[in-house]
Protein backbone atom coordinates (compact mmCIF):
# COMPACT_ATOMS: atom_id res chain seq x y z
CA UNK A 1 0.00 0.00 0.00
CA UNK A 2 1.76 3.02 -0.71
CA UNK A 3 0.71 6.43 0.70
CA UNK A 4 -1.02 9.42 -1.25
CA UNK A 5 0.43 12.49 0.64
CA UNK A 6 -1.25 16.01 0.04
CA UNK A 7 1.15 19.25 1.56
CA UNK A 8 0.27 20.21 4.99
CA UNK A 9 -1.08 23.44 3.51
CA UNK A 10 -1.07 25.10 7.27
CA UNK A 11 -2.91 28.81 6.99
CA UNK A 12 -0.59 31.21 7.31
CA UNK A 13 2.56 29.09 6.80
CA UNK A 14 5.18 29.82 4.19
CA UNK A 15 6.07 25.98 3.27
CA UNK A 16 8.87 26.97 1.12
CA UNK A 17 10.70 28.26 4.17
CA UNK A 18 12.77 25.56 6.51
CA UNK A 19 12.24 24.75 8.62
CA UNK A 20 8.43 24.80 9.77
CA UNK A 21 8.49 25.06 13.76
CA UNK A 22 6.17 24.12 16.29
CA UNK A 23 6.64 25.23 19.54
CA UNK A 24 5.21 25.27 22.88
CA UNK A 25 5.43 23.53 26.63
CA UNK A 26 5.43 20.19 27.22
CA UNK A 27 2.26 20.09 28.88
CA UNK A 28 -0.94 22.10 29.06
CA UNK A 29 -0.69 22.98 32.97
CA UNK A 30 -2.40 25.91 33.90
CA UNK A 31 -4.25 28.60 31.90
CA UNK A 32 -1.89 31.75 32.95
CA UNK A 33 1.08 29.67 31.64
CA UNK A 34 -0.86 28.17 28.43
CA UNK A 35 -0.98 31.89 27.72
CA UNK A 36 2.16 33.59 28.79
CA UNK A 37 4.21 30.59 26.81
CA UNK A 38 2.15 31.27 23.49
CA UNK A 39 2.56 35.01 23.65
CA UNK A 40 5.60 35.05 24.49
CA UNK A 41 6.25 32.58 21.14
CA UNK A 42 4.09 34.71 19.35
CA UNK A 43 6.00 37.98 19.72
CA UNK A 44 8.86 35.78 18.55
CA UNK A 45 7.14 35.25 15.02
CA UNK A 46 5.74 31.76 15.88
CA UNK A 47 2.59 30.35 14.37
CA UNK A 48 2.27 26.63 15.70
CA UNK A 49 1.54 26.12 18.87
CA UNK A 50 2.18 23.02 20.93
CA UNK A 51 1.05 21.67 24.09
CA UNK A 52 0.17 18.21 25.55
CA UNK A 53 -3.64 17.94 27.03
CA UNK A 54 -3.27 13.96 27.71
CA UNK A 55 0.21 13.32 28.85
CA UNK A 56 0.98 9.21 28.23
CA UNK A 57 3.03 8.29 30.84
CA UNK A 58 5.72 5.12 31.73
CA UNK A 59 5.26 4.97 35.49
CA UNK A 60 1.98 5.68 37.44
CA UNK A 61 1.87 8.96 39.73
CA UNK A 62 3.17 11.46 37.91
CA UNK A 63 1.19 14.39 36.05
CA UNK A 64 -0.78 13.23 33.05
CA UNK A 65 -2.13 16.11 31.60
CA UNK A 66 -5.50 18.18 32.31
CA UNK A 67 -7.22 16.35 29.46
CA UNK A 68 -10.31 18.31 28.51
CA UNK A 69 -10.06 21.30 30.72
CA UNK A 70 -7.31 22.20 28.80
CA UNK A 71 -8.80 22.47 25.60
CA UNK A 72 -10.35 26.06 26.09
CA UNK A 73 -7.10 27.20 26.98
CA UNK A 74 -5.67 26.17 23.60
CA UNK A 75 -8.63 27.38 22.00
CA UNK A 76 -8.00 30.98 23.59
CA UNK A 77 -4.24 31.04 21.79
CA UNK A 78 -5.76 30.57 18.44
CA UNK A 79 -8.47 32.56 19.26
CA UNK A 80 -6.63 35.51 20.82
CA UNK A 81 -3.14 35.45 19.29
CA UNK A 82 -4.12 33.73 15.36
CA UNK A 83 -1.82 30.70 16.14
CA UNK A 84 -2.63 27.22 15.11
CA UNK A 85 -2.38 25.07 18.09
CA UNK A 86 -1.79 21.29 17.87
CA UNK A 87 -1.62 18.33 20.37
CA UNK A 88 -0.89 14.51 20.92
CA UNK A 89 -4.48 11.97 20.92
CA UNK A 90 -4.28 8.79 21.72
CA UNK A 91 -8.06 7.77 21.42
CA UNK A 92 -10.90 8.46 19.38
CA UNK A 93 -12.64 10.21 22.84
CA UNK A 94 -9.28 12.27 22.61
CA UNK A 95 -9.75 13.34 18.65
CA UNK A 96 -13.72 14.35 19.35
CA UNK A 97 -12.87 16.55 22.48
CA UNK A 98 -9.60 18.29 19.89
CA UNK A 99 -11.92 18.56 16.84
CA UNK A 100 -14.95 19.99 19.00
CA UNK A 101 -12.47 22.81 20.53
CA UNK A 102 -11.17 23.49 17.16
CA UNK A 103 -7.50 22.10 17.92
CA UNK A 104 -5.57 22.26 14.27
CA UNK A 105 -2.94 19.72 14.42
CA UNK A 106 -3.24 16.30 15.42
CA UNK A 107 -0.02 14.43 16.36
CA UNK A 108 -0.01 10.73 17.34
CA UNK A 109 2.58 9.63 20.26
CA UNK A 110 5.34 6.87 20.20
CA UNK A 111 3.63 4.53 22.22
CA UNK A 112 0.08 4.90 20.51
CA UNK A 113 2.04 4.42 17.19
CA UNK A 114 3.56 1.10 18.43
CA UNK A 115 -0.31 -0.46 18.97
CA UNK A 116 -1.86 -1.63 15.71
CA UNK A 117 -5.20 -2.03 16.98
CA UNK A 118 -4.63 1.34 18.87
CA UNK A 119 -3.91 3.29 15.52
CA UNK A 120 -6.75 1.50 13.69
CA UNK A 121 -9.21 2.92 16.20
CA UNK A 122 -7.47 6.28 15.41
CA UNK A 123 -7.89 5.79 11.96
CA UNK A 124 -11.72 5.15 12.14
CA UNK A 125 -12.17 7.76 14.07
CA UNK A 126 -10.65 10.25 11.67
CA UNK A 127 -12.25 8.94 8.58
CA UNK A 128 -14.24 12.13 6.52
CA UNK A 129 -12.25 14.80 8.63
CA UNK A 130 -9.58 16.97 7.03
CA UNK A 131 -7.06 17.63 9.65
CA UNK A 132 -2.96 17.32 9.26
CA UNK A 133 -1.83 14.63 11.33
CA UNK A 134 1.40 14.03 12.34
CA UNK A 135 2.86 10.58 13.15
CA UNK A 136 5.79 9.89 15.64
CA UNK A 137 8.04 7.03 15.76
CA UNK A 138 7.33 4.35 17.94
CA UNK A 139 9.18 3.61 20.53
CA UNK A 140 11.35 0.69 19.00
CA UNK A 141 13.40 1.15 16.25
CA UNK A 142 11.02 -0.87 13.89
CA UNK A 143 10.92 1.30 10.34
CA UNK A 144 7.89 -0.98 8.94
CA UNK A 145 5.71 -0.34 12.34
CA UNK A 146 6.58 3.06 11.71
CA UNK A 147 4.92 3.29 7.81
CA UNK A 148 2.73 0.73 8.85
CA UNK A 149 1.15 3.64 11.41
CA UNK A 150 1.45 6.01 8.54
CA UNK A 151 -0.20 4.02 6.23
CA UNK A 152 -3.67 3.38 8.72
CA UNK A 153 -4.51 6.95 9.12
CA UNK A 154 -3.98 7.58 5.21
CA UNK A 155 -6.64 4.34 4.53
CA UNK A 156 -8.72 7.04 6.59
CA UNK A 157 -8.65 9.20 3.75
CA UNK A 158 -6.08 11.36 5.72
CA UNK A 159 -3.70 12.83 3.45
CA UNK A 160 -2.13 15.80 4.85
CA UNK A 161 0.25 13.78 6.78
CA UNK A 162 3.73 14.20 7.90
CA UNK A 163 5.99 12.41 10.28
CA UNK A 164 8.33 13.16 13.67
CA UNK A 165 11.42 11.43 14.43
CA UNK A 166 11.52 11.46 18.32
CA UNK A 167 14.18 9.47 18.47
CA UNK A 168 14.12 5.30 19.73
CA UNK A 169 13.99 3.98 23.49
CA UNK A 170 17.42 2.03 24.57
CA UNK A 171 18.96 0.76 27.26
CA UNK A 172 21.86 3.10 26.51
CA UNK A 173 21.68 6.67 28.25
CA UNK A 174 25.09 8.10 27.94
CA UNK A 175 24.21 10.96 26.27
CA UNK A 176 20.31 10.69 24.11
CA UNK A 177 17.02 10.12 26.24
CA UNK A 178 16.61 8.31 23.32
CA UNK A 179 18.82 7.10 20.28
CA UNK A 180 18.28 9.19 16.73
CA UNK A 181 18.75 6.60 14.92
CA UNK A 182 19.52 8.74 12.12
CA UNK A 183 19.29 5.39 9.51
CA UNK A 184 15.58 5.24 10.05
CA UNK A 185 14.42 8.74 9.29
CA UNK A 186 16.33 8.62 6.39
CA UNK A 187 15.11 5.46 4.58
CA UNK A 188 11.82 6.86 5.46
CA UNK A 189 12.54 9.39 3.02
CA UNK A 190 13.94 7.29 0.79
CA UNK A 191 10.83 5.27 0.46
CA UNK A 192 8.30 8.61 1.08
CA UNK A 193 9.84 10.80 -0.35
CA UNK A 194 7.16 13.44 -0.38
CA UNK A 195 6.10 12.98 2.95
CA UNK A 196 7.20 15.76 5.59
CA UNK A 197 9.55 15.23 8.45
CA UNK A 198 9.72 17.08 11.91
CA UNK A 199 12.78 16.81 13.72
CA UNK A 200 12.09 16.65 17.87
CA UNK A 201 15.31 16.96 19.43
CA UNK A 202 13.56 17.74 23.27
CA UNK A 203 12.23 14.06 23.48
CA UNK A 204 15.65 12.89 21.25
CA UNK A 205 18.27 14.99 23.81
CA UNK A 206 16.37 15.13 26.73
CA UNK A 207 18.69 18.03 27.63
CA UNK A 208 18.09 21.37 26.68
CA UNK A 209 22.24 21.67 25.80
CA UNK A 210 21.47 18.90 23.20
CA UNK A 211 18.52 20.76 21.64
CA UNK A 212 20.98 23.27 19.02
CA UNK A 213 23.08 20.79 17.83
CA UNK A 214 19.72 17.65 17.14
CA UNK A 215 18.19 21.23 15.15
CA UNK A 216 21.17 21.53 12.92
CA UNK A 217 21.49 17.74 12.28
CA UNK A 218 17.67 17.80 11.61
CA UNK A 219 17.89 20.52 8.86
CA UNK A 220 21.31 18.82 7.55
CA UNK A 221 19.28 16.03 6.76
CA UNK A 222 16.68 17.62 4.93
CA UNK A 223 13.87 17.18 7.20
CA UNK A 224 10.79 19.66 6.77
CA UNK A 225 10.23 20.97 10.60
CA UNK A 226 11.11 21.13 14.14
CA UNK A 227 8.69 20.48 17.02
CA UNK A 228 10.55 22.07 20.00
CA UNK A 229 9.47 21.89 23.57
CA UNK A 230 9.02 25.85 24.79
CA UNK A 231 8.24 27.14 28.60
CA UNK A 232 7.73 30.63 29.68
CA UNK A 233 9.48 28.72 33.02
CA UNK A 234 11.08 25.70 32.12
CA UNK A 235 12.91 25.05 35.33
CA UNK A 236 8.94 24.85 37.04
CA UNK A 237 7.72 22.47 34.61
CA UNK A 238 5.21 20.07 35.65
CA UNK A 239 7.01 17.72 33.23
CA UNK A 240 10.27 16.76 31.11
CA UNK A 241 11.50 20.16 32.35
CA UNK A 242 15.27 19.18 31.48
CA UNK A 243 14.22 19.23 27.91
CA UNK A 244 12.53 22.57 27.65
CA UNK A 245 13.95 26.14 26.72
CA UNK A 246 12.42 29.23 26.95
CA UNK A 247 10.79 31.43 23.99
CA UNK A 248 13.99 33.73 24.18
CA UNK A 249 16.57 30.56 24.24
CA UNK A 250 14.36 28.93 21.39
CA UNK A 251 14.86 31.64 18.83
CA UNK A 252 18.60 32.10 19.42
CA UNK A 253 18.65 28.22 18.88
CA UNK A 254 16.46 28.64 15.62
CA UNK A 255 18.71 32.27 14.45
CA UNK A 256 21.91 30.34 14.24
CA UNK A 257 20.86 27.43 12.00
CA UNK A 258 22.56 26.91 9.17
CA UNK A 259 19.87 26.16 6.21
CA UNK A 260 21.76 24.48 3.31
CA UNK A 261 20.20 23.71 -0.16
CA UNK A 262 19.15 19.93 -0.86
CA UNK A 263 19.11 20.92 -4.98
CA UNK A 264 23.31 21.79 -5.07
CA UNK A 265 25.30 19.78 -7.19
CA UNK A 266 28.68 20.68 -8.89
CA UNK A 267 31.22 18.84 -10.76
CA UNK A 268 33.40 18.41 -8.13
CA UNK A 269 30.69 17.10 -6.05
CA UNK A 270 29.97 14.59 -8.92
CA UNK A 271 33.23 13.23 -8.82
CA UNK A 272 33.28 13.03 -5.16
CA UNK A 273 30.19 10.75 -5.47
CA UNK A 274 31.77 8.84 -8.17
CA UNK A 275 35.14 7.66 -5.60
CA UNK A 276 32.57 6.83 -2.92
CA UNK A 277 30.84 3.98 -5.50
CA UNK A 278 34.73 2.96 -6.13
CA UNK A 279 35.10 2.66 -2.64
CA UNK A 280 31.48 0.92 -2.13
CA UNK A 281 32.46 -1.64 -5.51
CA UNK A 282 35.96 -2.35 -3.76
CA UNK A 283 34.36 -2.85 -0.37
CA UNK A 284 31.22 -5.65 -2.04
CA UNK A 285 34.90 -6.87 -3.57
CA UNK A 286 36.36 -7.30 -0.49
CA UNK A 287 33.35 -8.82 1.54
CA UNK A 288 32.64 -11.63 -1.53
CA UNK A 289 36.45 -12.71 -0.91
CA UNK A 290 35.58 -12.79 2.64
CA UNK A 291 32.82 -14.84 2.04
CA UNK A 292 34.59 -17.18 0.00
CA UNK A 293 37.37 -17.76 2.79
CA UNK A 294 34.40 -18.31 5.30
CA UNK A 295 33.02 -20.99 3.65
CA UNK A 296 36.24 -22.45 3.17
CA UNK A 297 36.18 -22.41 7.10
CA UNK A 298 33.06 -23.94 7.24
CA UNK A 299 33.91 -27.01 4.90
CA UNK A 300 36.83 -27.52 6.84
CA UNK A 301 35.08 -27.14 9.90
CA UNK A 302 32.51 -29.65 8.76
CA UNK A 303 35.16 -31.80 7.89
CA UNK A 304 36.92 -31.90 11.53
CA UNK A 305 33.25 -32.10 13.60
CA UNK A 306 34.05 -28.84 14.94
CA UNK A 307 31.45 -25.99 16.18
CA UNK A 308 30.73 -23.25 14.30
CA UNK A 309 31.24 -20.12 16.49
CA UNK A 310 34.44 -19.73 18.36
CA UNK A 311 33.81 -17.56 21.14
CA UNK A 312 36.91 -16.65 22.10
CA UNK A 313 37.74 -15.81 18.07
CA UNK A 314 35.01 -13.15 17.89
CA UNK A 315 35.57 -11.67 20.72
CA UNK A 316 39.17 -10.88 19.61
CA UNK A 317 37.72 -10.05 16.12
CA UNK A 318 35.79 -7.47 17.47
CA UNK A 319 38.07 -5.29 19.93
CA UNK A 320 40.70 -5.75 17.53
CA UNK A 321 38.87 -4.52 15.02
CA UNK A 322 37.52 -1.48 17.03
CA UNK A 323 40.51 -0.83 18.31
CA UNK A 324 41.45 -0.04 14.33
CA UNK A 325 38.93 1.28 12.98
CA UNK A 326 39.45 4.01 16.26
CA UNK A 327 43.15 4.76 15.06
CA UNK A 328 41.48 5.02 11.93
CA UNK A 329 39.29 7.91 12.40
CA UNK A 330 36.00 5.99 13.11
CA UNK A 331 34.28 4.96 16.13
CA UNK A 332 34.82 2.20 17.75
CA UNK A 333 31.56 1.64 18.30
CA UNK A 334 30.72 1.37 14.57
CA UNK A 335 32.98 -0.44 13.70
CA UNK A 336 32.12 -3.19 16.13
CA UNK A 337 28.37 -3.18 14.84
CA UNK A 338 29.49 -3.66 10.99
CA UNK A 339 31.97 -6.49 11.71
CA UNK A 340 29.03 -7.69 13.86
CA UNK A 341 26.70 -7.83 10.98
CA UNK A 342 29.62 -9.37 9.02
CA UNK A 343 30.23 -12.05 11.51
CA UNK A 344 26.49 -12.98 11.61
CA UNK A 345 26.70 -13.33 7.45
CA UNK A 346 29.74 -15.37 7.90
CA UNK A 347 28.19 -17.57 10.82
CA UNK A 348 25.93 -18.03 8.09
CA UNK A 349 27.91 -18.73 5.40
CA UNK A 350 29.40 -21.55 7.27
CA UNK A 351 26.26 -23.07 8.04
CA UNK A 352 25.09 -23.11 4.79
CA UNK A 353 28.14 -25.41 3.83
CA UNK A 354 28.09 -27.77 7.02
CA UNK A 355 24.40 -28.61 6.33
CA UNK A 356 24.90 -29.28 2.70
CA UNK A 357 24.44 -32.81 1.70
Same mark, same amino acid.
Given at each position: ????????????????????????????????????????????? /????????????????????????????????????????????????? +????????????? +????????????????DSLRGVDIPV???????????????????????? +????????????? /???????????????IELRRRVPEL????????????????????????????????????????????????????????????????????????????????????????????????????????????????????????? +?????????????????????????????????????????
Open positions: MELEISPLNLPGIDHTQRPVVIAGPCSAETEEQVMTSATQLAAKG /YRIFRAGVWKPRTKPGGFEGKGEEALPWMKRVHDELGMLTATEVATPAH +IEAALNYGIDILW +IGARTVANPFAMQEIALVKNPVNPDLELWIGGLQRINGAG +IKRLAAIHRGFSS /YDKRLYRNQPMWSLPPIFGDPSHIGGRRELIAPLCQQAMDLGFEGLIIESHCNPDKAWSDAAQQVTPDVLDFILSKLTIRSEMVSTDTLQTLRKQIDECDNELLELLARRMKVCRAIGQYKKENNMQIVQTLRYTE +ILDKRGAQGALSGMSQEFVRAVFEHIHEESVNQQIEIINKK
